[in-house]
C-alpha cells in the first residue's frame, strides 16, 4: 500500500533541539510507515488587542499595566509559529494542541500569517466560562487527521468555585483508517495555593478519565491521547489518582494511561529554582502495543536553545518568557512544548 498525501514539509530538516525552519509544499508517498507527529504546548496567554465585554482581559489591552500592543502581539504570534515548525523535524506537526489562548480570532490569526500561513492548519477549539477568557485549541492537517466529532468537557457550576476551562475532545480518523481520539485539557491553576485547588484538578481529571473509560470500552481498538497543562506533576492526585497515569510498561495494557514525558528533561515550567513537569502527553495501551497501527515512538520535553535564557537569580536555565510579572521580555512562553511521535502503520 502506498499513502500519497500532499502536505507542508520543511525545506530544512530540524532535529528536537534545533530551530531551523523554512516552509514549502510538497507530495509525499510513503510505502510503508508514516511519522504522525504531534505538539502540547502552553502558549502564555495568547491575547488578542481587542476587549472582549464578557471576559477579564483588560491587562491584556494597549494602554493596560502590561502595555500589551499589536506589534506584540504580532511578535508572539510570529515566535509560537516559530516553535511549531521547529518541533516538527522535517515536516509540519500532525497535531498541535495549544492552552491559554483567548479566542478564536487568536488562532485563525496564527495559521493565516506568516510563518505558518503555507502550513495548511485547520482548527476547534473550546469557548469556555472562564472568566479571563483563557481555552484549549487544536491545530490539525487535514490530509493526515481528519475530525469526526467535537465534543466538550464541561464540569458543573459550583456555588464559590471559580468557572474553569472545558476539556476539548476530538475524534479523528488518521491515515490508516483508524480513529484517534484527542483530549486536550488545561487543569484549573494553582494560583490559590496547590492545596486548596488540588481537588478542582482531580475532579476535571477523573471526568477525562471516566470520558477515556467509556470510549475505551466500546470501541473496537481504542487509540486515546491525553494532552495538556495539568498544572500538576506525575505524581500528584489528578495524574496519579484521577487519571490513573502510570509509567510506560514492558506488556502495556489497553485500558491503562500511560504517562510517556515523565522524566524526559528537567521539566516544563520552572518555579523559582526548582523544575516541574506540569505539561503531560498520556497515551492508552494500545498505542503502546506493537500489534496496533497507531503506535508510539518517542516522546520528549523540547527543549530548544532558543526557548531558554540564563536565569540570572536562581542559576542554571529557564523558559524565555513573553512576560516576567508585568515586565515584557519578549520571549516565547513560561512553559516548554512537549513533541510525540507515533508510527502509523498500513494495513499489508
Known amino acids: 500500500m502506498c499513502w500519497l498525501i500532499s502536505r507542508p514539509r520543511l525545506d530544512t530538516v530540524v532535529r528536537w533541539g534545533i530551530g531551523v525552519y523554512v516552509c514549502c509544499c510538497c507530495s509525499v508517498c510513503v510505502a510503508a510507515q508514516q511519522t504522525f507527529r504531534v505538539l502540547e504546548y502552553n502558549v502564555e496567554n495568547l491575547f488578542d488587542t481587542e476587549h472582549d465585554t464578557l471576559k477579564d482581559d483588560r491587562e491584556f489591552l494597549p494602554g493596560s499595566v502590561r502595555g500589551w500592543s499589536k506589534a506584540r502581539y504580532r511578535a508572539k504570534l510570529i515566535r509560537i509559529g516559530k516553535v511549531i515548525l521547529a518541533a516538527g523535524a522535517g515536516q509540519v506537526p500532525d497535531l498541535v494542541a495549544l492552552c491559554e489562548v483567548e479566542n478564536e480570532r487568536c488562532i485563525s490569526d496564527l495559521v493565516s500569517r506568516p510563518p505558518l500561513r503555507e502550513a495548511g492548519y485547520r482548527f476547534v477549539m473550546t469557548d469556555s466560562p472562564d472568566e479571563r477568557g483563557i481555552d484549549v485549541a487544536l491545530l490539525y492537517q487535514p490530509a493526515t487527521f481528519r475530525p469526526l466529532s467535537v465534543q466538550y468537557l464541561r464540569l458543573p457550576m459550583r456555588p464559590r468555585r471559580r468557572p474553569t476551562r472545558d476539556v476539548l475532545h476530538v475524534s479523528g480518523r488518521v491515515l ?173
Open 176 to 348: 490508516t483508517g483508524d480513529t484517534l481520539d484527542v483530549f486536550v485539557c488545561h487543569l484549573p491553576s494553582r494560583a490559590s495555593g496547590r492545596a486548596l485547588t488540588e481537588p478542582y484538578r482531580r475532579e476535571v481529571a477523573g471526568r477525562i478519565r471516566r470520558a477515556a473509560d467509556s470510549l475505551m470500552s466500546c470501541r473496537f481498538c481504542p487509540h486515546v491521547l491525553v494532552m495538556g497543562d495539568f498544572n500538576d506533576g506525575a505524581s500528584d492526585p489528578s495524574l496519579a489518582e484521577g487519571l490513573g497515569a502510570a509509567a510506560p510498561a514492558a506488556c502495556p495494557e489497553t485500558s491503562v494511561l500511560y504517562n510517556v514525558t515523565a522524566g524526559t528533561w528537567k521539566g516544563t515550567y520552572r518555579y523559582r529554582s526548582e523544575w516541574h513537569t506540569f505539561d503531560h502527553v498520556l497515551l492508552n495501551g494500545r498505542l503502546m502495543q506493537p500489534a496496533s497501527r497507531i503506535r508510539y515512538r518517542r516522546a520528549a520535553i523540547l527543549a530548544f536553545p532558543f526557548l531558554l535564557e540564563e536565569d540570572e537569580d536562581y542559576g542554571g536555565d529557564r523558559p524565555f518568557r513573553t512576560y516576567r510579572g508585568r515586565r515584557y521580555y519578549g520571549g516565547y512562553s513560561d512553559h516548554l512544548p512537549v513533541g510525540l511521535e507515533l508510527e502509523l502503520v498500513p494495513q499489508e
